[in-house]
């Protein structure tokens, strides 16, 4: 209780100062979502449907779609509704495949055309924040595979990390870049254009999210490692999650859905 109190009463001596701008993933802000969010009449829910691949189609409770990854593939699922966001995490065409988003969504690339660097994205659209953090596309900084952006967005007062395809074991530095997780989007294929799937349960345990939905897979072997030893999964029979801040779950617990063919 003490410590709640004293982290309230950093938080409302920052908020006094319009110097000062918070991250909006990280703990402290966490904590005045907390104290703000019980005068709400009703809790806004964020919808995170799977596409495939490393794409979702998530929905804030205002109407609100930010693409992910989009696949370009024509035997997996494609949005039908317009798009309002659009990222891709790194130049592939299965994850950069932009025009298969309805509408005139904003596009945000992870990385400089040529992914030569990291874009320096932290910004707000309609109800949707987002930020970049640095990564890679495998264990050697990028020498093999290149680089890799990490998207975070907050919607609905709901921290989301998508990995993209991250291809290392997340450092000290990253994790502390990207904040207070409460849903990770972690891809699980193999060891070669990700990390592999004991390496994602590892990268999960270090973000410590509420919610872990395993992507970027085409095969039950992985999600049978991936969530070796785990005691909370659950399987969904449909794509989509629906839930609001309020109902996160604790401690961990990886819901995995149902993926097409590939």
Request: charged fraction near 20%; proline fraction near 8%; glycine fraction near 6%.
């Amino acid at each position: 209780m003490i410590r709640i109190l004293r982290r309230i009463t950093i938080m409302i001596a920052l908020l006094a100062s319009p110097a000062r701008v918070l991250p909006f993933c990280h703990e402290l802000d966490v904590v005045q979502a907390k104290v703000f969010r019980a005068a709400a009449s009703a809790a806004p829910a964020v919808t995170i449907e799977w596409l495939g691949h490393s794409t979702f189609q998530i929905t804030s409770s205002k109407g609100t779609r930010v693409l992910t990854d989009p696949h370009g593939a024509f035997d997996l699922p494609r949005p039908t509704l317009p798009q309002h966001i659009v990222t891709a995490s790194h130049e592939h065409g299965p994850h950069s495949s932009v025009h298969m988003a309805p509408g005139t969504p904003v596009i945000l690339h992870g990385l400089t055309p040529g992914g030569g660097n990291w874009q320096k994205i932290s910004t707000t659209i309609r109800d949707v924040s987002v930020y970049v953090v640095p990564a890679f596309h495998d264990k050697s900084r990028g020498m093999q595979r290149g680089k890799n952006a990490i998207f975070v967005f907050r919607i609905d007062d709901i921290c989301i990390a998508h990995l993209g395809d991250l291809g290392h074991v997340l450092t000290p530095d990253q994790l502390k870049m990207m904040g207070k997780i409460d849903i990770l989007l972690v891809p699980i294929a193999g060891g070669y254009f990700t990390v592999t799937p004991t390496e994602a349960r590892e990268v999960t345990r270090l973000v410590n999210p509420k919610i872990a939905i395993p992507k970027h897979f085409w095969w039950e072997q992985a999600v049978q490692e991936y969530t070796q030893g785990l005691t909370r999964v659950k399987m969904l029979n449909t794509p989509v999650l629906k839930i609001s801040k309020a109902d996160l779950p604790q401690p961990i617990e990886t819901i995995v859905m149902p993926w097409g063919q590939r």
